[in-house]
């Protein structure tokens, strides 16, 4: 990797918001914004990269869904950074120290300023483009893909896309990847009835509230691109593993699809000697404990963004942990 050499305040790459040569000469903008304020790249939180996070799922109990694959959104990519001027101030700081080695320095300045491929940092394109340099995705500090994204800072005029063989580049399905790691959704305890103890060999309801369990979204952006995708997250079913194996679940599989814009149904009176079509029947008492049931959810995850572009990505998930106590009937004797 060619960071090696680089001294560490130059090439610290662990610092969410901070390219391969450490800070970006402004002060980030807490705001949902970014752009150009003279020589300098103002940019937004974690980077160039905003997010609005006003469609998300809030609460206590809200958490991350994580995919139902083996699919991760990246741990790296690029974006703008620099305008000539600041890359030159970074650079020529670095090539002053005592850290890098002449064969490191020598292919640096081959690359920035002896025209293999750019010529003085590109100054005589001053406001036609950006410097573009590797990020760190926020919590993916220690994950070793984070190191990927290896490359030298390159150009990229205004309006142009990025090169097509950095396959770490910001686009609009990168920006919804990156949405997707910000996503909350609410707590997964679902309603049952009985609700305080079911018995041994009585079917148990089981339901969510569907108020609570609306689709939920996050927009992420690069302002300087005029760039943004959104990541919309909708509940599609309800996963009930009961905590035995002393047990039925309905359907047999344990998956309550979403019928009619809800998961499940609620009992009411009348319906004792109906099967719910969401729910779980215990063949054994759990004695002077409880039974540890687990709802996930699934969520179906698409995205759209203003380039027109959209899809699906992975399915995720959400679960936790409910209480059940399960006790045998009594039967009176006369």
Avoid at 70 to 92: D, F, G, L, N, V
Avoid at 186 to 199: D, Y
Wanted: net charge negative; with cysteine; glycine share 10%.
């Amino acid at each position: 990797m060619w960071l090696c050499s680089i001294p560490s305040a130059f090439a610290d790459k662990t610092n969410p918001g901070e390219g391969s040569f450490g800070g970006s000469g402004s002060e980030a903008d807490t705001s949902a914004s970014g752009g150009r304020a003279g020589d300098t790249l103002k940019s937004g939180v974690s980077g160039v990269i905003v997010y609005d996070r006003s469609m998300n799922g809030g609460g206590e109990s809200a958490g991350a869904v994580t995919s139902s694959t083996s699919w991760t959104p990246p741990a790296c990519y690029y974006a703008p950074k620099y305008t000539p001027k600041e890359i030159e101030a970074q650079m020529r700081q670095v090539w002053e120290s005592s850290a890098p080695s002449p064969e490191w320095s020598l292919k640096t300045q081959n690359h920035f300023v002896n025209g293999k491929p750019y010529k003085d940092f590109n100054k005589d394109k001053e406001g036609e483009g950006y410097w573009w340099d590797a990020y760190v995705t926020e919590g993916r500090e220690s994950d070793p893909a984070a190191q990927d994204c290896d490359e030298l800072p390159f150009w990229v005029d205004e309006g142009d896309a990025p090169p097509a063989d950095v396959p770490q580049a910001i686009t609009p399905d990168m920006l919804a990847q990156l949405a997707y790691a910000e996503i909350r959704v609410p707590s997964t305890e679902v309603g049952l009835a009985p609700a305080n103890a079911t018995k041994v060999n009585l079917p148990t309801w089981a339901w969510l509230d569907t108020a609570e369990f609306k689709p939920v979204s996050v927009t992420a952006s690069v302002p300087l691109l005029g760039l943004s995708a959104t990541t919309t997250a909708e509940p599609v079913s309800l996963k009930i593993t009961p905590g035995t194996e002393d047990a039925v679940t309905y359907p047999a599989s344990g998956r309550c699809e979403t019928h009619d814009g809800r998961i499940g149904e609620p009992y009411a009176d009348g319906k004792a000697d109906e099967t719910p079509p969401c729910g779980v029947k215990y063949l054994r008492s759990s004695g002077d404990g409880s039974y540890k049931l687990q709802a996930t959810v699934t969520w179906k995850i698409s995205w759209t963004s203003t380039t027109g572009a959209g899809g699906d990505l992975p399915d995720g998930e959400f679960g936790a942990d409910q209480d059940v106590v399960v006790q045998e009937i009594q039967a009176v004797n006369r």
